[in-house]
């Protein structure tokens, strides 16, 4: 099962992948490894996931996304947001949405953009728990 089918939220999504990724290299070394392995794979994993080389291809296969971020995509791609909108709105609509721009700061924000952002953050990481909602 894939790492985002595991989880309910993109982020939570991409801190098992990053883990799984992990797992996987630290694997890997220790196979192709020709001495015998005198640290833990704890260890191994650990320095895997500092290394640069790794980060860089996480963050890359798998990015840190904000709700920002997000709707900022959405407002740039024609096939995204038809997708997102199903048959919601028309053509002209997603027209118009795709002639202007995602709110630049939050203090620009009209109601609507506040709960699309506040879906958007969902999407990343949901509430969980009433703690969460103040």
């Known amino acids: ?3 985002r089918e595991a989880t309910r939220s993109y982020q939570a999504g991409r801190s ?3 883990a799984k990724l ?3 290299l630290a694997a890997r070394a220790i196979e192709q490894s020709r001495r015998p392995v005198v640290v833990s794979i704890t260890d191994i994993v650990t320095t895997v996931r500092k290394s640069r ?3 860089r291809l996480a963050s890359k296969v798998w990015p840190h996304v904000t709700p920002e971020r997000l709707v900022r995509a959405l407002y740039r ?3 995204r947001l038809k997708e997102a909108a199903a048959d919601l709105v028309s053509d002209e609509e997603i027209d ?3 002639s202007s721009s995602a709110p630049a700061r939050r203090i620009d924000m009209s109601a ?4 699309l952002f506040d879906e958007a953050r969902w999407l990343i990481e949901p509430i969980t728990g009433p703690s969460d909602m103040w």
Do not use: G, H, K, P
């Open 16 to 18: 098992r992948f990053r």
């Open 112 to 115: 609507t953009d506040v709960a």
């Open 96 to 98: 118009l949405s795709l």
């Open 53 to 55: 080389d790794y980060q």
């Open 22 to 24: 992990a797992e996987l």
């Open 1 to 3: 099962m894939s790492a």
């Open 77 to 79: 791609n024609r096939r």
